[in-house]
């Protein structure tokens, strides 16, 4: 994205900076450099100020050459990092013996300071001071000073919460570079974890955002409200062109020193300004820090188009399947054939045996007629490394699919994956690129278009409907569990690709979102992550922003949200879960549909599947339902941290056209028509069915949810009873009358059949008839918010391309 707010920005000096700290074999910038950084940023002119070296004479007329009355005084040194805490930070008046004896003293006192915070705190210690005690540690921390910063003072126009601003940049291991704003100051850590999401600081990835659409962000924040003068007793203390053009320069900067320009001389790892503070309309930073280092190496690109042939492929053979017992392998080969895979084009690997069942047996790769579309790979983890180096010497399959665990989630077995990652790249750096891989740890595919499944799950504990019709969607999981059991629980999602990723050895999250954002036969992505490979956020970002442009919908769960969870998900598929908070943000801001529990990946799936071709024109909702509590439950649900829905007002016209069916009923005189509706228990299956017709047409509304009271006597909700005013068969029931609605209707309808078991048969044939059924009023106007919201957002990237 390129920003309407330019700014001139002076790289060649900032990069002899860099270039500079390098030669003195540093990896940052001190203060003071980085105030000269800003100053060629094109944004806001930093303070004045001025370094005085440890032991160095300054004459009157230096000590006195910055403006104003007073002056800052800042100890420079690489291992202090919090300057206030020892004593660092001191104002003194403009006067050359109050310097000098301020400054004398900072040079003695600050070395005895720190070295009491290490001592009662070792975790304070830098590497360098690791046991060092005593007049020792002193002298260490005295010798690492490089001097005091003498910066001109500016004293903030206000003291008041909220006034200080901290804006930053970090070089992340999976999103890349990512720019953040919001509370400044000492306690910013404290903001961060005391305030609502979004409300203290806000954060984007730099490849995916300019300065105009990160301040759109930004003014969501406390930090914004209180700059801007929109709380009770604030005035404002900057403009929005100020920010916008400092959140510019960040950004441009971002993307220049980023490991994702293959042209970057160095990269940024980490730049804080914290605080800014404000003066007469002017942003002054009050510190500054920067580190840096070069670019990585590159590794070499996979050959991601032959995903192709692991989703659909022609010649499958398998490795690991038993002539004497159903383990993984065989279970594996009996799945594949169920699945409809024709037995001709299936072999297994195996010496001794002309065939298994029927499939036909070769005693080695070497020994195979031609070359496979997929290899299944279902034996213990220490074969695994010389199985690949044999398959890559042979050059015998397009795709490989790991099964085996036991490939880089313990530390014993990392030694054993990092022979099989250095080999599949080195593959991939041939003429032809090489097989892709697809796991280790994980437990395959199952592919509907391709006619295969390779889980290892026997059917009799996953029974599968394989004749059922699929949607055009795609599960992509890092967890073979998580994927399985919402197989089993939800066995109505039913996507057309469901594909288990494991530990990401060879191909990631990235690479299958990229792969289905071109395909033809997959609308809806959803993707359940644990954690991405080095930059492969960024990449799964890009390919949800061109996926959501293509006009696809992706629905997206991270795991390991809490210090607790990531510590659990390092033990799983051996991923490397990061910073949620970065995680969300930026995924949200690509244009996916962000779930907050597995519950609501499994609604948010769902709609996606079933509303994917409806309207979606605003978020105004109308709620009805006979249940009073369920009218009232749908009201209080429209708005959350993540969402703001609004009750649609019904039109004139469809307030008489709900009245004439309300009288025709002998309902009138029990209903008042406002929104939410609460139409009575005595309304009938038709009553529900026109009154969900009325609203569809009205041009104010912009969605349904209609609560289905089951245990009405006026619903036939019912299924094996003989009683023809119960059964949910009747011609003239709602499981006939809806769907015709919601056929007719662009606009999405969603139904609440709020009872026990005995009702999931009517549950049943609503989904089936593309209606979305939920067990609660709450949970179905959380999920439609989330979803309607995420579509408009979408919608807007769609028109900024445009």
């Known amino acids: 994205m390129q920003s309407q707010s330019a700014v001139s920005i002076d790289y060649d000096a900032i990069s002899a900076l860099f270039r500079s700290a390098q030669d003195e074999h540093r990896n940052f910038l001190y203060e003071y450099e980085v105030y000269n950084l800003l100053g060629k940023s094109g944004a806001e002119t930093p303070p004045q100020c001025i370094l005085i070296p440890q032991g160095a004479r300054s004459s009157d007329s230096e000590l006195t050459a910055l403006p104003g009355e007073k002056v800052v005084l800042k100890i420079v040194s690489a291992t202090i990092i919090h300057k206030t805490e020892v004593g660092g930070v001191r104002v003194v008046p403009k006067s050359p013996d109050k310097i000098r004896s301020a400054i004398r003293r900072m040079l003695y006192e600050i070395p005895e300071n720190f070295a009491n915070m290490i001592n009662l705190d070792p975790s304070h210690a830098p590497e360098a001071y ?6 020792a540690l002193i002298t260490a921390i005295r010798r690492d000073i490089k001097g005091v910063l003498m910066v001109q003072f500016m004293p903030p126009d206000s003291g008041a919460f909220g006034n200080e601003l901290i804006v930053g940049l970090r070089n992340t291991r999976e999103f890349g570079m990512v ?82 320009n293959p042209d970057a001389e160095f990269e940024i790892q980490e730049m804080e300004i914290n605080p800014y503070a404000f003066t007469d309309y002017l942003m002054v930073p009050l510190d500054g820090m920067c580190r840096f280092g070069l ?30 017992r159903r383990n993984f392998g065989r279970i594996i080969m009996d799945n594949i054939l169920a699945a409809g895979f024709p037995m001709e084009n299936l072999c297994v690997l195996r ?42 010497r042979l050059d015998a399959a397009e795709s490989i699919m790991l099964i085996p665990g036991g490939m880089g989630e313990t530390e014993e077995s990392k030694d054993r994956a990092a022979r099989v990652i250095s080999a599949i790249d080195e593959a991939h750096g041939t003429e032809n690129g090489g097989p892709i891989f697809l796991g280790a740890n994980c437990m395959g595919v199952v592919s509907h278009p391709g006619n295969y499944d390779t889980w290892f799950i026997p059917e009799e504990k996953l029974p599968k409907d394989r004749e059922a019709t699929y949607y055009r969607a795609a599960l992509v999981s890092q967890s073979g569990a998580f994927m399985l059991h919402r197989s089993s629980q939800c066995p109505e999602l039913n996507p057309a690709y469901m594909v288990s990723m494991g530990n990401q050895t060879d191909l990631t999250l990235g690479d299958m979102v990229k792969y289905f954002k071109d395909s033809d036969k997959v609308d809806v992505i959803a993707v359940y992550a644990e954690g991405f490979n080095d930059l492969d ?31 659990a998900t390092s033990g799983h598929t051996a991923s490397l879960a990061g910073d949620y908070m970065v995680c969300e943000s930026c995924v949200r801001q690509a244009g996916a549909i962000v779930a907050r529990s597995f519950t609501e990946f499994q609604d948010l799936f769902f709609l996606a599947e079933n509303l994917f071709s409806k309207e979606i024109k605003g978020n105004r909702l109308a709620a009805v339902s006979g249940a009073g509590f369920e009218a009232v439950g749908m009201a209080d649900s429209i708005q959350s941290d993540d969402y703001q829905m609004h009750l649609a007002d019904f039109s004139e016209k469809s307030i008489e056209k709900i009245g004439d069916i309300l009288s025709a009923k002998r309902l009138d005189s029990l209903v008042c028509i406002h929104n939410p509706l609460d139409i009575n228990p005595a309304a009938d299956d038709e009553t529900h069915a026109v009154i969900a017709d009325i609203l569809a047409q ?6 349904i949810v209609i609560g289905l009271d089951p245990l009405s006597p006026a619903i036939h909700s019912l299924a094996g009873t003989d009683i023809p005013a119960f059964s949910m068969n009747e011609e003239n029931g709602v499981l006939s009358l809806l769907p015709e609605v919601a056929k007719r209707s662009d606009k999405p309808i969603i139904g609440i059949i709020d009872g026990g078991r005995l009702y999931d048969p009517m549950r049943d044939v609503l989904n089936a008839k593309g209606i979305p059924v939920f067990p609660v009023c709450d949970r179905a106007v959380a999920a439609l918010s989330l979803y309607i919201v995420a579509r408009l957002y979408a919608d807007s990237i769609r028109m900024e391309r445009d």
Not at 130 to 135: A, E, M
Not at 698 to 703: F, L, M, N, Q, V
């Open 130 to 135: 690791r046991g060092l005690t005593g007049d």
């Open 179 to 260: 720019i953040s704003a919001g509370l400044g100051g000492t306690d910013t850590e404290l903001y961060a974890e005391r305030f609502r999401k979004g409300q203290a600081i806000v954060a984007a990835s730099c490849e995916l955002t300019d300065g105009d659409s990160f301040f759109k962000l930004f003014q969501k924040t406390i930090s914004y409200k209180k700059l801007a003068g929109l709380t009770r007793g604030q005035r404002r203390i900057v403009t929005d062109e100020q920010l916008i053009e400092c959140f510019s320069s960040f950004i441009e900067m971002g993307r220049r020193y980023s490991s994702s």
């Open 295 to 324: 670019p990585g190496e590159q590794k070499n690109t996979r050959p991601i188009a032959k995903i192709h042939k692991l989703l659909h492929p022609g010649k499958v053979g398998v490795i690991g399947v038993s002539t004497k």
């Open 351 to 392: 010496e001794g045996v002309d065939a298994i069942d029927g499939v036909i047996c070769y005693p080695s790769l070497e020994a195979l007629p031609e070359k496979l579309d997929l290899l299944v790979v279902a034996v213990a983890a220490p074969q695994v490394p010389d199985l690949v180096d044999e398959t890559l």
């Open 537 to 567: 956020g960024l990449e799964f970002c890009n390919a949800v922003r061109e996926a959501v442009l293509a006009g696809k919908e992706v629905v997206f769960y991270k795991a390991g949200r809490t210090p607790e969870g990531k510590n």
């Open 698 to 703: 009205d041009p104010g509304t912009d969605a």
